[in-house]
């Protein structure tokens, strides 16, 4: 049956929002907005921006809001799945509200219409299993994406990921399943917003590639200029860092999961080199022997985590 929904992509610096139309399980993106978060403005304007953007998105597709069958959010933070509320996340303006019932009340949705949020790490992985990697890799192997186990790893300003097991998010307990921007990697290392020393994202993030090259030269260059330099020796190193570090990063995680694919996402994941490294030299890494686990970049867009807020069935 064909039905329209609405999903979100909630970040730091921008609220990312997507009309979808169904034609039965087959989503099409119609109508998107990007929109600065402004979070400095505070939450309450936060949930009045998020209702301007549902009034552009519906009038865009020439629906009215009550046209909806669900609005869903990805959110850059850990989300309780009993509570709802946000308890940890790097956009604090989020952390500690409950953006499920406040946006619902903000609002006046009807009760009918269904709502959820989710991390933006499982959504990205979770839209990628069902609409992205996970059909090339059934056609490859026969394998539905229903019984796929996969591990997306998300790398842009920070370090995110989602874990995806028989087709379904697993988040854990408390919703903090897959933080895996802070597992430790170096003890005793840089110090973290989370409060440990040493976490994953303080080496794997675009940020921390660019401070470890102004470390090393008192230069600013973006992260993706280092990871394609051929002819800076600083660069070389950084690089070479980079990768002894993410190696292990993920050969942590094949060792946990032992998962069908990884598939990496973010600014960073562009980079042809990740996938040729890892093909090469992952295998020595597991435990398992003859270990080899497909590495492959996102298939889809800039639309996977408003996609994939949409795919819970709640
Ligand atoms: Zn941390």
Known sequence: ?????????????KIYGALFHWDKSIPTCVHEITLPTEREKGYPHFLSKMAEIITMLCDQGNILPHDLRKIALALPGSIDPESKIMLSGNTPMLVG????????????????????????????????????????????????PEKQHALGIVLGTGVGG?????????????GGAMEVGHTVLVPGGV????????????YLSGLALEREYFELTGVKKRALEILTSHDDPAALQVKKDYFHYFLNF???????????????????????EFYSFFDKNLGDHCFL?????????????????????LLRKI
């Not at 990205?124 to 090339?136: D, I, M, W």
């Not at 995806?164 to 307990?173: D, E, F, P, R, V």
């Not at 110090?191 to 303080?202: I, K, L, S």
């Open 1 to 13: 049956m064909n039905h329209w929904s609405l999903g979100f992509d909630i970040g730091g610096t």
């Open 97 to 144: 509200k409950n953006i499920h019932e406040d946006l619902k009340s903000h609002l006046n949705f009807s009760p009918s219409l269904a709502f959820d949020c989710e991390n933006d790490g499982n959504c990205f992985a979770l839209a990628e299993v069902h609409h992205g990697v996970g059909l090339k890799f059934q056609s490859e192997t026969g394998i539905h």
């Open 162 to 174: 989602g874990i995806i097991l028989h087709g379904k998010i697993y988040n854990g307990h408390r």
């Open 191 to 202: 110090p973290c917003y989370c409060g440990r020393n040493g976490c994953a994202e303080q």
């Open 250 to 272: 993920v050969a942590n995680l094949v060792n946990f999961f032992d998962p069908h694919y990884i598939v990496l996402g973010g600014s960073l994941s562009k980079h042809k």
């Open 289 to 309: 022997p003859n270990t080899q686990i497909p590495i492959y970049p996102f298939h889809l867009n800039h639309t996977a985590g408003a996609l994939g807020s």
